[in-house]
């Protein structure tokens, strides 16, 4: 059982938030590279899934989340043009958004 917060971002910085977690992606649309900022009030490993429409993964790391807010810089690159679902799960939590890709 898991929590899934998720929304769909068309604007150029959209945002989740859910309890003590929120995460942000952008720009967005992205010329293929973007940003991650998430907050947490509680720090632990999480994993940064980023999916495509067919449902594959695609990129796949674990991260150290600290209390406060982190930023994943740009290393999320070489995508090609279309929507992906970015997820970050940590503990019983999902967070998810969406972000299109245009080059």
């Excluded at 067919?54 to 810089?73: D, L, S, W």
Aim: net charge negative.
């Amino acid at each position: 059982w898991s929590e899934v917060v998720s929304a769909v971002m068309s604007a150029s910085r959209g945002s989740i938030i859910g309890g003590d977690f929120s995460l942000i992606v952008y720009p967005n649309p992205s010329r293929g590279a973007f940003r991650i900022e998430y907050e947490s009030g509680e720090g632990g490993l999480a994993v940064l899934r980023v999916y495509d429409m067919g449902g594959r993964v695609v990129h796949e790391e674990e991260i150290e989340v600290e209390v406060g807010r982190q930023v994943i810089g740009e290393r999320i690159g070489g995508l090609g043009s279309g929507v992906y679902l970015v997820e970050v799960l940590q503990g019983s939590r999902r967070y998810q958004a969406r972000v299109q890709v245009v080059e």
